[in-house]
């Protein structure tokens, strides 16, 4: 079950980063397209002709990019507070399952000691009793320390899928959409 979640959220971010390298791509090679453009046409804009318009494509593929990389950050941010969301989780998970390991090992104590009397006397109802209750009690603990181990594991894995993306991220940020 966890693995077909992260195999989604994989996928899913795949999705996303190569939608961001595509429209990165498209505007650097509009603004690639304007500025051969302008520098084909040399004349015009010195003369004045067409330059208005000339400076108006240039504008609006600069607000283009400029839009491109305001997105860009916005999404930045919003992975950064997903990460720490998940660090958070992660942290609040580590420490229940610290306690229920303290638990286990209470319960373990108290099953062995249990046990010990019961040989050591002769066999009576409360003391089987109780020394089948702690049993139970201990199997319901360590079921609840898996469940939480396997919540550990969904949200490393989740962590680091967002790490990923982050970074991937702050890669386009820095080369300017450019992998």
């Known amino acids: 079950m966890a693995k077909r979640g992260i195999h ?3 996928a899913k971010s795949e999705r996303i980063t190569e939608q961001l ?35 108006f494509h240039g504008v609006s ?14 999404k930045l941010k919003i ?3 997903a990460r720490e969301l998940a660090e958070s989780r992660c942290s609040l998970v580590v420490g229940e399952l610290e306690a ?6 209470m319960l ?3 099953l062995q000691r249990a046990e010990e009397k019961q040989a050591n006397t ?23 320390l898996k469940g939480l181990r396997d919540s550990l ?5 989740d962590l680091v899928v967002i790490e990923q993306v982050w970074l991937l991220l702050e890669y386009c940020c820095i080369t300017g959409g450019r992998l």
Do not use: F, W
């Open 8 to 10: 989604c959220d994989r």
């Open 122 to 144: 002769s066999p009576c109802p409360s003391d089987s009793l109780q020394v089948h209750l702690l049993r139970k009690s201990l199997s319901q603990k360590d079921a609840q």
């Open 61 to 74: 593929e600069i607000e283009k990019v400029n839009k491109i990389s305001m997105n860009l950050e916005s």
């Open 21 to 55: 390298y595509h429209e990165h791509e498209s505007a650097i090679r509009r603004l690639r397209c304007a500025v051969a453009k302008s520098r084909s046409n040399p004349s015009d804009v010195v003369m004045g002709v067409n330059a208005q318009e000339n400076s």
């Open 153 to 157: 594991v969904k949200l490393k894995a």
């Open 100 to 105: 229920q390991k303290n638990d286990l090992i």
């Open 79 to 81: 992975a950064n507070t």
């Open 108 to 110: 373990s104590a108290k």
